[in-house]
């Protein structure tokens, strides 16, 4: 026998070749197929450019543009809500408001978007403020302008009203009605025009929008969401009078915008301040601020016109408010209901925090609503525990598996992180518990004038995104429910007084 001439061995090494390549096919078929029917990083929404971290190709503003608005305020966006053009009285009651936040949009926050944050945090970068600094003007107006562009969307109002919203809530930094001073890294004027852009979106499908001072100069409370973590230079400290005498004349350019006819239909109502940290600087000194901001305002719109006011409750009582009881000019008092700040409230077993819900916060709207007037609840979700990523702030751990930086709580002694932000591994008991928080809470903020989830979506915190619990089955696909869940557990949403279980 001779060898096999060379060409012959190619051929043998091509078969070889076609054979095993069919090999791999079949295989890599068989592990995609199943994959891809079973879509199992669906429910965690990587991908899905309207509820998850994927993202819309960057529609980006032209500068210079002037966005015009709709003359059109007819859009309704459920049988339960008047049209735009139509009344909607807060002090009324009649009709609630159901809205989601856009929070993490137009004032970064890190746990709601860390891919933002995450190339950086090796350089210290823990908020809007230091990003802005470390990547200087033009890196971070390209980063925050493509951020503005992509992760609120007109499908994302689209998603709003089919599931039975009504409102959304927008949180605004100073910086974005420019006049900074020196030493102020923030990307001026640019989100701007996206909130304008957005308020059109919110126009076309009939959602009411509330634009809120999310960032005051020298921040009102030191946390990241203000822009700045760090001390608080708003009221407090050295350039505290200055910085809070500065915050008045953005007030009143909000207040006078929306009082604008084209504007009043769709955004009838403003919120003041996002949490003034009344008790860290002193709840007098913040109410006082209160007074101040609201007369700048009703003088900018005149009495009795203009968008109504929405007052953060700065975590003080609404005793603290009772100076207010004469200027009552369609003010509104905002809470913010979370379980997971709180040790005592964490440690509560399920049934306590639902009962928790219905008979305190029920409490506590029904009382701010009698005593102060129309009370509605700004900020709240179903997290149990605070292990979100980046939840309290970049890389400080979390109280729920004793890893938080200045507490010694643990949860339980094994308590641990792991798979509590994979909405994969939630047990349908888990989601059954979920849903009947969420009902609980909203019967007892509709005791008041309504309620936003904080957020309407995350990049990863499945607890904190109602895309994603809609999606995962533990919120509901419309959000005009039936009968409530306090009611028919018999948990009363009007004691006598307000329980407090946080110990
Ligand atoms: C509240 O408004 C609704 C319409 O939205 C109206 O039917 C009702 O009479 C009003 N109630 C009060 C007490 O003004
Ligand atoms: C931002 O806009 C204001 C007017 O609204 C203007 O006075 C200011 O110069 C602008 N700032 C920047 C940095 O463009
Ligand atoms: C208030 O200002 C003082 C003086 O600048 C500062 O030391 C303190 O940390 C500030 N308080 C808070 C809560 O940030
Ligand atoms: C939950 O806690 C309450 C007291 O806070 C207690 O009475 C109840 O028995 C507990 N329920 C369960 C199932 O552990
Ligand atoms: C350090 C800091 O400011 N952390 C805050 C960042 O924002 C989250 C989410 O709102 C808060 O929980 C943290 O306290």
Same mark, same amino acid.
């Given at each position: 026998m001779s060898p096999p001439r060379k060409d012959e061995r190619s051929c043998f090494r091509r078969h070889r070749c076609i054979i095993l390549l069919i090999i791999f096919l079949v295989i890599a078929a068989a592990v995609a197929v199943p994959l891809v029917l079973l879509k199992p990083w669906h429910k965690n929404n990587k991908n899905n450019p309207i509820t998850g971290s994927g993202r819309a190709k960057p529609n980006l503003i032209t500068p210079g543009t002037t966005i015009t608005p709709s003359t059109d305020n007819s859009a309704q966006p459920n049988s339960y809500t008047p049209p735009l053009n139509q009344p909607l009285d807060y002090a009324n009651g009649t009709v609630k408001m159901r809205g989601v936040n856009l929070g993490g949009w137009l004032v970064l926050e890190p746990f709601i978007t860390p891919s933002l944050f995450d190339p950086y945090v090796k350089d210290g970068i823990v908020d809007e403020w230091t990003l802005c600094e470390h990547l200087g003007p033009d890196a971070s107006r390209k980063l925050l302008e493509d951020h503005y562009a992509s992760w609120v969307t007109e499908d994302t109002f689209v998603q709003i009203k089919k599931l039975g919203l009504n409102h959304v809530r927008v949180p605004i930094g100073f910086w974005a009605m420019g006049n900074l001073v020196q030493g102020e890294p923030y990307v001026a004027n640019v989100s701007w025009n996206y909130l304008l852009r957005a308020i059109e979106w919110a126009r076309k499908h009939g959602i009411r929008v509330m634009v809120e001072l999310h960032g005051a100069p020298g921040s009102q409370n030191g946390w990241n969401h203000s822009g700045r973590v760090g001390q608080i230079r708003w009221v407090n400290g050295t350039d505290g009078a200055l910085n809070a005498e500065r915050t008045l004349p953005y007030l009143r350019q909000m207040a006078t915008f929306f009082s604008n006819p084209a504007y009043t239909h769709v955004s009838p109502v403003m919120g003041m301040l996002n949490e003034p940290a009344g008790f860290l600087i002193g709840g007098e000194a913040v109410v006082n601020w209160y007074k101040q901001a609201v007369a700048a305002v009703r003088q900018a719109t005149g009495p009795g016109k203009g968008p109504w006011a929405v007052l953060h409750d700065g975590f003080l009582?609404?005793?603290?408010?009772? *100076? $207010?009881?004469?200027?009552?000019?369609?003010?509104?008092?905002?809470?913010? @209901?979370?379980?997971? +700040?709180?040790?005592?409230?964490?440690?509560?077993?399920?049934?306590?925090?639902?009962? +928790?819900?219905?008979?305190? &916060?029920?409490? @506590?709207?029904?009382?701010?609503?009698?005593? $102060?007037?129309?009370?509605?609840?700004?900020? $709240?979700?179903?997290?149990? %525990?605070?292990?979100?990523?980046? @939840? %309290?702030?970049?890389?400080?751990? !979390?109280?729920?598996?004793?890893?938080?930086?200045?507490?010694?709580?643990?949860?339980?002694?094994?308590?641990?992180?792991? *798979?509590? %932000?994979?909405?994969?591994?939630?047990?349908?008991?888990?989601?059954?518990? #979920?849903?009947?928080? +969420? #009902?609980?809470?909203?019967? !007892?903020?509709?005791? *008041?004038?309504?309620?936003?989830? &904080? %957020? +309407?979506?995350?990049?990863?915190?499945? #607890?904190?995104?109602?895309?994603?619990?809609v999606e995962g089955g533990w919120l509901p696909e419309d959000a005009n429910r039936g009968p409530g869940y306090c009611a028919s557990m018999g948990y009363s949403v009007n004691l006598p007084q307000v329980v407090d279980e946080s110990g």
């Open positions: 009582s609404i005793d603290a408010f009772g *100076g $207010f009881k004469a200027q009552t000019d369609r003010l509104m008092m905002d809470s913010h @209901l979370y379980i997971m +700040f709180t040790d005592g409230l964490m440690s509560l077993n399920q049934t306590a925090q639902l009962k +928790f819900a219905c008979q305190s &916060w029920g409490t @506590l709207v029904t009382t701010s609503t009698k005593t $102060f007037g129309p009370t509605m609840v700004g900020e $709240f979700s179903v997290a149990v %525990n605070d292990c979100a990523t980046y @939840l %309290n702030g970049v890389n400080v751990g !979390a109280r729920w598996d004793g890893t938080f930086a200045t507490s010694t709580y643990r949860h339980s002694p094994d308590s641990t992180c792991d *798979g509590k %932000n994979d909405a994969l591994t939630y047990t349908d008991e888990y989601k059954t518990f #979920l849903k009947q928080f +969420f #009902l609980a809470q909203i019967e !007892a903020y509709e005791q *008041g004038a309504g309620w936003f989830y &904080w %957020n +309407f979506k995350t990049e990863t915190n499945p #607890l904190w995104s109602y895309f994603d619990g």
